[in-house]
């Protein structure tokens, strides 16, 4: 009985808000300074070095919360220091106390943003570097100094920067802004190159290949599993640039190193402001940020073949070309030229060198899924879904041998069938392609083989840049590479008409390869 | 002429007769002589020295030792040990008039390296605003208290501390209850609650209590109050044996309690044979225990009395060595010698460490129950502590800018900063946890200015009385502080802060926090004397007057140096 009181007085009690438990908490304002400690916020793992020289400390907690952990080291003459969370200070003093770069992330992202005095420097959605000046106004000037010495440069710094100009603003000095011949600010560039580097460190998720070469990282031998072997061993030039579609699905994407040429994307529409007329920004687009696919031949599994990066690859390559497709239908045609690996024009390949590119682009594919097949079991799904026969056979417009089994027209019509429902390609470029298959017909083959040779040209466009990060796949490119160069030295240049010449141009113009363009052309191509 | 050559020829027998009777009864009563003297002394050193067991001569064995009580120094001088003064709602009206201040006792240190200072700390009741202030410091306790846990969060309403902010919780508590601001009920109602939550906790690897818990399920969590462990810190366990120990001599009838709490920890890690004091981390990539030694000059020997107290001998840790000095507006400033830039750790040189020394601990050795308020035993600490605070005071009479200088949480990033006096080679360095220097925080941290207000009576501290005494929010307790360079409040709210201010206050009212035991033998000593337990997990013996901490000076500054 007296429990059941006992019971039936605490029931009271609790209803009646008199259970002094309940009432304990204040409606304040929540104070989430602590907050900003969760373990959500880390995006950096500060025991991956940033530079060679960079260690992970401790940092001196006495309260119940904060990073555990920063990284501390000196890069290109500038100390600094990070937390997890991406904040850091860039500084030419050990104290980090004068002259300082701050970096700030939005929480939970990777999206960060360096700050120093009234300048602002931050990655676009499209990996590109941007700057902004607190005080600058329409009609200002600006210039980079050092010392005595200055140099004007052009307004659009305050657009996304192209190599040069992230070059020069990198090499020091300050930058002053001047009004009417009047000085409004004036910002030390001390630190800039290593803080834009960090801010693509961050974007790339700790990724060396898009430090600038001759970063000093670690070498990636002793480093363990901080780097990543495959891609930092690679005899072949590190990945720079990537195609645009892939970075809509990333935060912030992966900026190309400074010291790689910038690829410029013709259909860019100037952007708004302070750019002069004539002057079209050139526009970076953004890399993709692949994992390590394969380390070597005969490597241990786990390292063999990443079927997930595999698809993400030819998904990739596809959407380029539904994309170049949609972007180049209805634009007039222009006039381009091929440029060879040292920058002089050359002429389009023959049908005869695309015949040999496109057995040396089936080639890669079959390398691809016999590679595909010996990643194991685990792979088999994401492997059939990458490369499907179908697609494959379109893809590369006919490459696939095993049409014997069909009749001819049967596997023409399944390929054109192929090319419009699925790649969204119109009728005429379909047929196109489908011209350009060594196995079309004879009549057809010559116009066609401009296309096909497109593809491949688009492949071995994008090769010093990125998409294959793996020594396997490195190597097949070196090889197609080298058949290209060799085919054009043998091909007979009449064979190639003017009207060929302009479909191939058309396609690529859309596509957005800017060094296919003379650089002496005007720039009539771009697209809206 | 016969007769005498007769006599002549006789004489040299007769001679030779007599020596040898005269050797022989030499030789006879020496001999009967030593005997006696055998027997006699021998029979004296039995009657004499008598062995008794458990008596001072005998050499009891570990196994029986829990019974022998901890000599003090009231024991050892005869002198008369301190006593627990009233709450303040129970001293008479004239209970300071006649108090004893020492105001003629000459400054320096003394014959036995006890130090008495130039100042006298503040002494009296509290007057309506610093009652005030009290209230309010104690409504964070009473807002920031989790009910399930009896818990007390470190930093407004973010359910994370550490056993040095549920230290600072319990000065708050007992604070609270001296001045009169609870009652027994409530008092006995938080703490029991506390101490069994305490006792529950999840050790950090089955040794001692991890660095961070989560207050609303007393769990073991990481610096992101995720389920995890970090590791256990030697000096905030050391500022949680001074409290346990303060509410064991305070209130006997939580000692069994108390003392089943620190019978479960496992003490064989956290001070080596040398007795420097270490804390344990998680090593990232092995998952393995790493022990390094922690604390540096200030906090270490603050916590190395509070081990001390319990019975622990942290001989090194309580050694100023290695020690360098840095001349700061005249006064050599003294820091830690060890190079952060070898050891990883810095130096920093902080009020708060000092403050708690003299608040809590009176700057008294452990040992010592009976010396007068004015007499600082551990003479070194009080003499360093001098200079701690004429540093910051010849600070604001050479550039007017108001010092009182602290660790403390700011609002919005980095969170927390030391602002020191001395770091990493820079006077008054303001930096945070990583190093970055951070000038724009810099500010006059409420507990320091009030810390120092309550042991230097002086017009300088007159002047941090006043700005920092209204610095509060009636909801959420003292303010951390006033930034140096005008941008005003420090709006954060933490429970170190406000324990700390209320013990400052407490201080005012009734001294020294910490009261001699006026008990026999304790559970601590004698528990587990069956087992290897006590070997293993190396809980101390009763301390003896050998395994007091020695009581060391150092040169004092004679002149401004500059």
Known sequence: MRHIMQTLFLSMAVLTGGWAPATGQPAIAQDRSAEAFASENAILDTAIPFAIGAREARQALRGAFGWPSFQEGLVEGVYFRFDPDGYARFAPTPRLDVDVFEVICRPRTYACAARKDGLEVFLTDRGQLQMRLENALAGDMFFVSEGVSEIQVPERILQPLDVQLELLLGAGGELSTRRGGTEVSRVSLKGFSAVTAYLRWIAARQDYVVLPRGWPVPNAETAGGMTKPAAWNSPMPQPQVVAPGYGASMTSGIAPPTSAAPLTYPGQAPQAGLVPGGAMPSVQVQPLAIQPVLSAYGAAPSDVLDAETLRRELSGLKDLIVEAQGNGTGASPAPTAWRTADGAFAEPPTSMDLALLLETLERLQAQVAHLQSEGGAGFEPAVETALDPQGSQGYVAGGRLDGARLSAQDQTGERLAYLVKQLGFDAQTAVAILQASPDAAPGVQQSGAVLGGALVSEISMQQPGVLYENAMVDQILAELEAEMVSAEAQAPRQEVSREEYQLLSRYFVSVGLPTLLPESQPRHAQQP | ?562
């Open chain 2, 1 to 562: 002429m016969k007769s005498a050559v007769g006599s002549g020829k006789r004489a040299p027998l007769l001679g030779v007769l007599m020596f040898c009777a005269v050797v022989l009864g030499i030789s006879g009563t020496s001999y009967a002589v030593g005997i006696t003297a055998r027997r006699v002394f021998l029979a004296q050193e039995e009657e004499i020295i008598p062995i008794i067991a458990g008596g001072a001569l005998d050499e009891i064995p570990a196994l029986m030792r829990g019974n022998l009580p901890s000599v003090t120094s009231s024991m050892v001088l005869e002198e008369r040990r301190r006593e627990k003064p009233p709450r303040m709602c129970e001293m008479s009206a004239d209970f300071f008039d006649d108090m004893p201040r020492g105001a003629n006792v000459p400054q320096g240190y003394d014959k036995h390296n006890a130090y008495v200072r130039k100042y006298r700390s503040r002494r009296g009741f509290l007057n309506e605003r610093e009652l005030r202030a009290a209230q309010v410091a104690w409504h964070y306790f009473e807002q920031f208290t989790q009910e399930s846990t009896g818990l007390a969060n470190s930093v407004g309403n973010y359910p994370s501390t550490t056993l040095w902010d549920t230290a600072s919780y319990m000065a708050g508590l007992v604070s609270a209850y001296e001045l009169c601001l609870i009652e027994k009920p409530e008092f006995d109602r938080r703490i029991t609650q506390l101490l069994t939550t305490i006792k529950g906790l999840d050790l950090f690897r089955k040794e001692l209590p991890n660095k961070v818990y989560h207050t609303q399920t007393g769990a073991k969590v990481d610096y992101t109050n995720k389920p995890g462990e970090i590791g256990f810190s030697a000096l905030d366990i050391g500022r949680f044996l001074v409290w346990m120990r303060i509410y064991k001599n305070r209130y006997p009838y939580l000692a069994n309690t108390i003392d089943s709490v620190l019978l479960k920890w496992d003490f064989r890690n956290v001070i080596d044979d040398e007795g420097l004091m270490f804390g344990a981390y998680v090593d990232k990539e092995t998952d393995e225990t790493v022990y390094a030694q922690e604390g540096r000059l200030g906090y270490e020997e603050y916590a190395a009395k509070g081990f001390a107290l319990w019975g622990f001998r942290p001989r090194l840790a309580h050694r100023a060595e290695p020690f360098l000095t840095a001349s700061i507006f005249g006064i050599q400033v003294p820091y830690d010698g060890r190079d952060p830039r070898i050891f990883h750790s810095q130096n920093y040189v902080v009020t708060e460490s000092y403050l708690q020394d003299g608040l809590e601990l009176g700057f008294d050795m452990p040992h010592d129950d009976s010396s007068p308020e004015w007499v600082h035993t551990d003479g070194w600490r009080a003499e360093f502590a001098d200079r701690i605070y004429q540093v910051q005071e010849n600070r604001w009479r050479q550039t007017g800018f108001m010092t009182a200088r602290s660790e403390h949480n700011v609002k919005g990033p980095p969170y927390f900063t030391y602002d020191t006096i001395f770091s990493d080679g820079y006077p008054w360095n303001t930096v945070t946890p990583r190093g970055d220097y951070v000038p724009d925080h810099a500010a006059v941290a409420g507990k320091a200015a009030l810390g120092l207000w309550a042991l230097w009576e002086t017009d300088y501290t007159d002047v941090l009385y006043e700005a920092m005494i209204e610095l509060y929010d009636p909801e959420n307790g003292m303010y951390e502080g006033l930034y140096e360079r005008g941008q005003g409040r420090v709006s954060i709210f933490t429970a170190n802060n406000n324990g700390i201010i209320l013990t400052a206050l407490l201080h005012k009212v009734q001294g020294t926090i910490l009261t001699p035991y006026t008990g026999d033998t304790e559970v601590w000593y004698t528990a587990f004397r069956d087992q290897d337990i006590r070997l293993l997990r190396k809980y101390p013996d009763p301390p003896q007057k050998d395994d007091w901490l020695p009581a060391l000076r150092h040169s004092v500054q004679e002149k401004a140096d500059f």
